[in-house]
């Protein structure tokens, strides 16, 4: 399994991005998938959270700025942030996980900033 990210930069406040996943080696659509953020001195968390059913969870500083979508036949995971804030910045890592086994990808760096 490969999950390979991309997307990110440098971005002015209040600016957009779209981050994206290719995965491969996996059925993909089988797979929940997730992005997730680690700004510098800060644990990793849970950003945006979609699972195979179609199902999304947001992370509550998140909510209406960021959206996650999928494409199945892409095999990859897409996560539109909107409205950027300084405190968004961080190294941001997509995810699978399927029955408790999870695969990571490297991270792309997002740094909000004017």
């Known amino acids: 399994v490969q999950l390979q990210a991309s997307g990110g930069g440098l971005v002015q406040p209040g600016g957009s991005l779209r981050l994206s996943c290719a995965a491969s080696?996996?059925?993909?659509?089988?797979?929940?998938m997730g992005w997730y953020r680690q700004a510098p001195g800060k644990q990793r968390e849970l950003v945006a959270l979609?699972?195979?059913?179609?199902?999304?969870d947001y992370e509550d500083s998140v909510k209406g700025r960021f959206t996650i979508s999928r494409d199945n036949v892409k095999n990859t995971v897409y996560l539109q942030m909107d409205s950027l804030k300084p405190e968004d910045t961080a190294v941001y890592y997509c995810?699978?996980?399927?029955?408790?086994?999870?695969?990571w990808g490297q991270g792309t760096e997002v740094t909000v900033s004017s």
């Open positions: 995810n699978a996980e399927r029955r408790g086994k999870a695969c």
């Open positions: 080696g996996m059925i993909f659509r089988i797979y929940d």
């Open positions: 979609l699972t195979s059913g179609g199902s999304t």
